[in-house]
């Protein structure tokens, strides 16, 4: 080609400086592009349980808000966990529970990176800070003094968890997940020991972002306390029948924590004319008219968060389209603290033709809804047990597995078919030896986690 | 020394001891007491000390509270105040109340969550308007506790460490404040408001108010993040036996610091109340009690009697040990000195008897050629009784020094026995005993030294002329047994008396009766005749014969041959 000598030039240059400015902004660029797949994100949905709805007559829908996180695989980029351990060293706890326990325990400490920060509090009926909050790095020395931890006294779980949010609250400021492990086989004695205190104290450390795991070991410890605990500061609950389990247990939890995609999430659910909200299903939450409020606070990677509510919806003309329900989550980025939020709408119709509304089911919906009903009616059985009405309380199971049966025969759903078999089995147990103290923790367990959907996969 | 002047030297000694002691044991338990007192004393300042702060700490918690409230712009109450509920773990609930028309916030009915209505049954009296909204303790109205600007100002250097601990106390309770701290100054505008402690089934609640215009609004407190906050940083006792508690109305332990378990109907020794800030809770203290269980200052107290019983102990063991040793000595002296008198007297009969027969002979006046054989036979005699008593003087030296050297052969007890008891014929006859020797048919031979045994055997045969004579016989029996060869030299005497029959073989014991103060010795005999044969490998033993008498009976190893 023959450009001019000037112009050859001037190519050059410009040449150049296109290709400087490339490899200056490229890894930029690039970089940008890698932070924007990476950054966690929530995602929303609102569906009714019938895409079309029978028209001119009012009517009760459930609307289920599905919230979904997804996480980066790269774990390097996970915010650093500031993790208490607080195990139960009462005399209860001799021989192989606590010697699992220890071991668990040093087992999770291991898993931590050096940017994270643990401590580790035992507690008898009093307290003492084994490893005061520091960082994971030399873990042998803290390794051995756990190892040397004996059994003795009483049980002071009040303090226990105190102590743990007080080496949490160290290091408060920083960008961590902070998260108290507790560990327990008895019953608490020392201190505030009803399922309400430590709900309340559990409400508390959630104001602070602090969540409390609990672990119950054997079968006499207070489910209902360790329950309350965990709900209340939107940690798990586990039922350890075997101390082999610890390991397994322990390290699920920390995946847990190390996959956090939102913290502080609320949904905010509007109706619009028409429809109105009329009750939260299986999770605490405040309705206000026609808005419904639930806050879920935690969310994690590669998992899905329901909430079910229940609402009126006036009658309406058939072929009329409408919006039933709009959900706003907004939630804190735990990576760079920042609020962002998702929003949603269900929309659905109404008609006349019967076959149409029951061709639009939502088997997803329903079948999530029935479980979830399914817990409620678990937890109202032990609430019925606890009164002395066993009968009662059979009775309230078997109902409850009736309705799920019948809808996965009707559905032809697998999972409802084998959840209905499970709580009937659940059912014939208690009708037959009681509401045994295994049983139970089963059932507390059982329906946390199906209310919470927390139980690790 | 008498036996009198010892018990005196011991009671001299036991008396101040024991008074000593008796004193010591009145002052230990006074110091133990006082040691008691001054920890009962510190551990109550220290429960008044943490008292105190927490109640610092609630009130200044309160107060801070307050004054975020006041500044709360009315345009913006309900959404500070639900914001503040969200996020700040000590309030509870909070309320918005106007007079007439009742609780504005959380509105009454189903769209209140599950606390929010229990919340409002909780306060019903007060939300209904049956209750005036009265403080019932601290007025909020810009006054800020005294207690605590002290406390931030003051140094005395004897209360750090109280105030370290309370300043722990008060600061990790006073994070929990809400919104930022105002200057002394800008709290002008005085308006009413208050706290109550209100008790709803034997449970504490706190609620604090303000009315501005004629709106009521506030917060109820969370009490377990307080409480949660003082359980971390309350303090732990200095010493194991003791117990610090937090204790609620119903004297529920809330949190206890301190090693040692407390039985659940234990009382407090100390009890400070935490009114009116937290009315009917308690901070107390369980020092250790009688049983052991929580006892730590005893301790000194065992300690000192310990000490105190080996101090006395070693003072009578010393005194008992030097009294027995005077004793002895006393004993020995005595013994000494009747041994000195005996030999004396021993060497002077036969001294005597030779003197006068050899004057005798010396003059020349005896002419009877049988006389004078008879009185040197006599002299002879006399003689060897010295030389004897010499010798057993001499080996007694030797053995007690441990010198004795012994010249072991073989004898034939057949033999020999006959001829040594030849020499001794005469004195034998003498005192009218019947010599009577049973011996075996074949010869019996055994170690020994013949100058040992020579002694040995006239030391017996001299005790049987001396005490058995009227016994008129004495009996040499040589028997073979399986292991050993005993020599039996029975008389007819009076025998030893059983108390004696020990004390015989001891050196300068004689047997003190009116039999032996007749007749003269020195108690070493038998003393010298054991010790010899025992070196020799035998043993010489006493026992009683049957129907009367002595018999000594002299033991040989048997002679390997």
């Known amino acids: 080609m023959n450009y001019p000598k000037?112009?050859?030039?001037?190519?050059?240059?410009?040449?150049?400086?296109?290709l400087i400015t490339a490899l200056l902004v490229w890894p930029v660029l690039i970089g940008a592009d890698v932070g924007a797949q990476r950054d966690p994100k929530v995602t929303c949905k609102v569906e009714t349980d019938r895409g079309v709805l029978p028209a001119n007559a009012p009517q009760k829908v459930v609307?289920?808000?599905?919230?979904?996180?997804?996480?980066?695989?790269?774990?390097?980029?996970?915010?650093?966990?500031?993790?208490?351990?607080?195990?139960?060293?009462?005399?209860?706890?001799?021989?192989?529970?606590?010697?699992?326990?220890?071991?668990?325990?040093i087992?999770?400490?291991?898993?931590?990176?050096?940017?994270?920060?643990?401590?580790?509090?035992?507690?008898?009926?009093?307290?003492?800070?084994?490893?005061?909050?520091?960082?994971?790095?030399?873990?042998?020395?803290?390794?051995?003094?756990?190892?040397?931890?004996?059994?003795?006294?009483?049980?002071?779980?009040?303090?226990?968890?105190?102590?743990?949010?007080?080496?949490?609250?160290?290091?408060?400021?920083?960008?961590?997940f902070h998260r108290i492990i507790l560990l327990s086989d008895g019953l608490a004695n020392v201190g505030p020991s009803t399922p309400e205190d430590l709900a309340r104290l559990g409400a508390a450390l959630l104001k602070e972002d602090i969540s409390?795991?609990?672990?119950?070991?054997?079968?006499?410890?207070?489910?209902?306390?360790?329950?309350?605990?965990?709900?209340?500061?939107?940690g798990n609950t586990y039922f350890v029948e075997s101390a082999n389990d610890l390991p397994r247990i322990f390290s699920a939890e920390l995946g847990d924590v190390l996959s956090v995609v939102a913290k502080k999430a609320e949904v905010i659910i509007e109706c619009p004319d028409g429809v109105k909200p009329l009750r939260i299903i299986g999770r605490d939450g405040r309705i206000r008219g026609r808005t419904a409020e639930v806050s879920l606070h935690q969310l994690y990677g590669k998992q899905e968060k329901h909430v079910f509510i229940e609402m009126e919806v006036s009658a309406e003309k058939s072929g009329k389209e409408m919006e039933i329900a709009s959900a706003r989550v907004s939630y804190v980025n735990p990576i760079d603290g920042k609020r962002a939020a998702s929003l949603a709408r269900a929309r659905a119709r109404f008609s006349d033709d019967r076959a149409e509304v029951d061709r639009s089911v939502n088997m997803s919906v329903q079948e999530d809804f029935a479980v979830n009903l399914s817990a409620v009616a678990q937890e109202r059985a032990i609430s019925l047990a606890d009164k002395g009405k066993t009968d009662e309380a059979v009775e309230v199971l078997n109902r409850s597995a009736d309705a799920m049966h019948n809808m996965g025969k009707i559905y032809n759903n697998k999972t409802l078919l084998e959840r209905a078999q499970q709580i009937r089995k659940q059912a014939g147990q208690i009708a037959e030896e009681g509401m045994t103290r295994r049983q139970r923790k089963v059932l507390r367990t059982d329906s946390y986690q199906i209310q919470q959907q927390q139980a690790p996969r | 020394m008498t036996r009198r002047s010892i018990i005196l030297y011991w009671l001299l000694l036991l008396l101040p001891t024991l008074a000593i002691a008796t004193a010591a044991l009145r002052l230990i338990g006074y110091e133990q007491e006082r040691m008691d007192r001054q920890a009962l004393s510190s551990a109550g300042d220290r429960a008044q000390a943490v008292a105190e702060s927490i109640q610092i700490a609630v009130e200044s918690v309160e107060d801070e509270i307050a004054q975020s409230?006041?500044?709360?712009?009315?345009?913006?109450?309900?959404?500070?105040?639900?914001?503040?509920?969200?996020?700040?773990?000590?309030?509870?609930?909070?309320?918005?109340?106007?007079?007439?028309?009742?609780?504005?916030?959380?509105?009454?009915?189903?769209?209140?969550?599950?606390?929010?209505?229990?919340?409002?049954?909780?306060?019903?009296?007060?939300?209904?308007?049956?209750?005036?909204?009265?403080s019932a303790h601290v007025e909020t109205t810009g006054r800020r506790p005294a207690d605590v600007s002290r406390m931030e100002a003051s140094a005395q250097p004897s209360r750090t460490v109280r105030e370290t601990e309370q300043s722990n106390l008060v600061q990790s309770v006073r994070r929990l404040r809400v919104g930022q701290r105002e200057r002394e100054g800008s709290r002008a505008a005085a308006k009413k408001g208050g706290w109550i402690p209100w008790y709803v089934e034997n449970r504490l609640h706190i609620l604090g108010w303000v009315r501005r215009g004629g709106e009521v609004y506030g917060v109820e407190l969370e009490l377990m993040t307080l409480l949660s906050r003082l359980v971390a940083a309350f303090p732990e006792p200095e010493t194991d036996g003791i117990v610090f508690s937090l204790t609620d109305g119903e004297g529920n332990i809330l949190h206890q610091a301190g090693r040692a378990l407390v039985e659940p109907a234990r009382k407090p020794d100390i009890a400070v109340p935490l009114a009116p800030q937290l009315p009917h809770w308690q901070v107390v203290v369980f020092l250790g009690d009688h049983t052991g269980t929580l006892r730590q200052s005893g301790g000194f107290m065992i300690l000192g009697s310990l000490l105190l019983a080996i101090f006395v102990a070693a003072i009578l063991l010393g005194g008992g040990m030097l009294t027995w040793q005077a004793h002895r000595n006393m004993i020995d002296a005595a013994?000494?000195?009747?041994?000195?008198?005996?030999?004396?007297?021993?060497?002077?009969?036969?001294?005597?008897?030779?003197?006068?027969?050899?004057?005798?002979?010396?003059?020349?006046?005896?002419?009877?050629?049988?006389?004078?054989?008879?009185?040197?036979?006599?002299?002879?005699?006399?003689?060897?009784?010295?030389?004897?008593?010499?010798?057993?003087?001499?080996?007694?030296?030797?053995?007690?020094?441990?010198?004795?050297?012994?010249?072991?052969?073989?004898?034939?007890?057949?033999?020999?026995?006959?001829?040594?008891?030849?020499?001794?014929?005469?004195?034998?006859?003498e005192a009218g005993l019947a010599l009577q020797m049973v011996l075996p048919g074949h010869p019996v031979t055994v170690s020994a030294d013949r100058d040992a045994l020579n002694q040995v055997l006239l030391n017996i045969i001299d005790n049987a002329v001396k005490y058995a004579a009227e016994g008129g016989e004495l009996v040499v029996d040589l028997r073979m047994s399986d292991a050993v060869c005993e020599l039996r030299l029975m008389d007819r005497g009076p025998g030893v008396p059983p108390a004696h029959r020990k004390s015989i073989f001891e050196k300068f014991h004689r047997v003190d009766d009116s039999l032996t103060t007749r007749k003269p010795g020195t108690g070493l005999g038998l003393s010298i005749s054991r010790r010899m044969l025992r070196d020799l490998g035998g043993d010489l033993l006493y026992e009683p014969r049957d129907s009367g008498g002595s018999s000594f009976v002299l033991v040989f190893p048997q002679h390997l041959t």
């Open chain 1, 6 to 18: 000037s112009t050859q030039g001037r190519l050059r240059t410009t040449t150049l400086t296109v």
């Open chain 1, 63 to 105: 609307v289920k808000v599905t919230l979904g996180g997804a996480f980066p695989e790269d774990k390097s980029r996970r915010p650093p966990v500031n993790l208490a351990i607080v195990l139960d060293r009462s005399g209860s706890m001799t021989g192989e529970k606590l010697h699992n326990a220890k071991e668990a325990a």
């Open chain 1, 107 to 176: 087992e999770a400490l291991k898993r931590l990176s050096p940017r994270d920060v643990f401590s580790v509090v035992v507690y008898d009926h009093i307290v003492e800070t084994v490893a005061p909050a520091q960082r994971a790095r030399n873990l042998e020395e803290v390794a051995s003094r756990i190892r040397r931890i004996q059994a003795r006294g009483n049980t002071a779980l009040f303090a226990g968890v105190s102590q743990g949010a007080a080496e949490i609250r160290k290091n408060l400021d920083g960008k961590y």
């Open chain 1, 212 to 234: 409390v795991t609990t672990v119950g070991v054997g079968t006499d410890y207070n489910e209902d306390l360790m329950a309350a605990l965990a709900k209340r500061s939107d």
């Open chain 2, 69 to 134: 409230l006041e500044r709360i712009p009315p345009e913006k109450l309900v959404e500070s105040l639900v914001g503040w509920e969200k996020s700040n773990p000590i309030i509870r609930n909070v309320f918005v109340w106007k007079p007439g028309i009742g609780l504005e916030y959380p509105a009454p009915g189903a769209s209140a969550t599950s606390e929010e209505a229990r919340f409002i049954t909780r306060y019903a009296a007060l939300f209904s308007g049956r209750i005036p909204w009265r």
């Open chain 2, 335 to 429: 013994r000494k000195t009747s041994f000195v008198s005996n030999v004396s007297h021993e060497l002077k009969t036969p001294l005597t008897s030779i003197r006068m027969y050899a004057e005798l002979l010396n003059e020349g006046r005896i002419k009877d050629a049988q006389k004078t054989r008879r009185y040197l036979e006599v002299i002879v005699a006399e003689t060897n009784r010295l030389t004897r008593l010499v010798n057993n003087v001499l080996d007694f030296s030797r053995l007690e020094q441990g010198r004795m050297k012994y010249n072991i052969e073989d004898i034939d007890l057949t033999a020999y026995l006959p001829s040594i008891l030849e020499t001794h014929r005469l004195p034998i006859q």
